[in-house]
């Protein structure tokens, strides 16, 4: 059973650091990954979708990594402002035992950003 | 955004009553999801379907059964709830896509609540 994993569960950050979460999965025949935001009481956004074939994806302020070997991949947010403030998830694509693909998640990393 | 709405997005509901949650899109992808979201479990996949009369069990199926007559409309039934079932349901589409990513969107949630 494939198994996604993020910590830390809550980080606190001050506003313009260079920040870095994680995501490790324990299963490498992994197909791709995706990395979403939900704000509260809202649903997910997504934000980068890595294939099993790259190292990396880059949108804006946001860099994700994928490395299949070492079961990691993290999300790089630049300059980080308040409005980053959200959850952050973290979700394995794989192929099940029918053959078709699901997504497998982390429980998320609660980000807050002070001003 | 996606064209992904649910209906209801609030219920309260009693043990024992059946409860029918609704997913409806309008970006005509193949795959339809329902996943649950409690504290401490993240995000799990109960029921998904790859077409029209296609569909399959997640990981936390028991109790649920889904049905979909027609491209747009996902549904999800709860046959008789219980309060384990209390949760945040979504429902999320994806297709293949240009690169076959399976890149997966959400709707915005339906808060349910079983007393």
């Known amino acids: 059973k494939q198994e996604v994993t993020q910590i830390p569960a809550a980080l606190s950050v001050p506003e313009g650091e260079n920040l870095v979460l994680n995501c490790s999965f324990t299963d490498s025949a992994i197909y791709n990954l995706q990395w979403f935001r939900q704000d509260p009481g809202k649903g997910l956004t997504s934000l980068l979708l890595?294939?099993?074939?790259?190292r990396e994806q880059t949108s804006g302020r946001l860099n994700a990594s994928l490395d299949k070997s070492s079961g990691r991949s993290t999300l790089y947010i630049a300059a980080s402002q308040p409005g980053d403030s959200a959850t952050y998830l973290c979700?394995?694509?794989?192929?099940?035992?029918?053959?078709?693909?699901?997504?497998?998640f982390g429980s998320g990393t609660r980000l807050q950003v002070q001003p | 955004d996606a064209g992904i709405t649910q209906s209801p997005r609030h219920k309260v509901t009693e043990t024992g009553t059946p409860v029918t949650l609704r997913c409806h899109q309008t970006?005509?992808?193949?795959?339809m999801y329902w996943y649950r979201q409690d504290p401490g479990h993240g995000l799990r996949l109960i029921h998904y379907?790859?077409?029209?009369?296609?569909?399959d069990k997640g990981e936390v199926s028991d109790g649920y059964s889904v049905s979909r007559s027609k491209t747009e409309d996902f549904l999800l039934t709860l046959e008789s709830a219980t309060s384990s079932q209390t949760s945040v349901y979504f429902c999320?589409?994806?297709?293949?896509?240009?690169?076959?990513?399976?890149?997966?969107?959400f709707g915005p949630g339906t808060r349910l609540t079983v007393t």
């Open positions: 979700a394995g694509r794989y192929v099940m035992d029918t053959g078709r693909r699901a997504l497998t």
């Open positions: 970006e005509n992808h193949r795959y």
């Open positions: 379907s790859y077409g029209v009369k296609d569909t």
């Open positions: 890595i294939q099993s074939s790259q």
């Open positions: 999320a589409i994806s297709d293949t896509g240009l690169a076959e990513t399976y890149e997966q969107y």
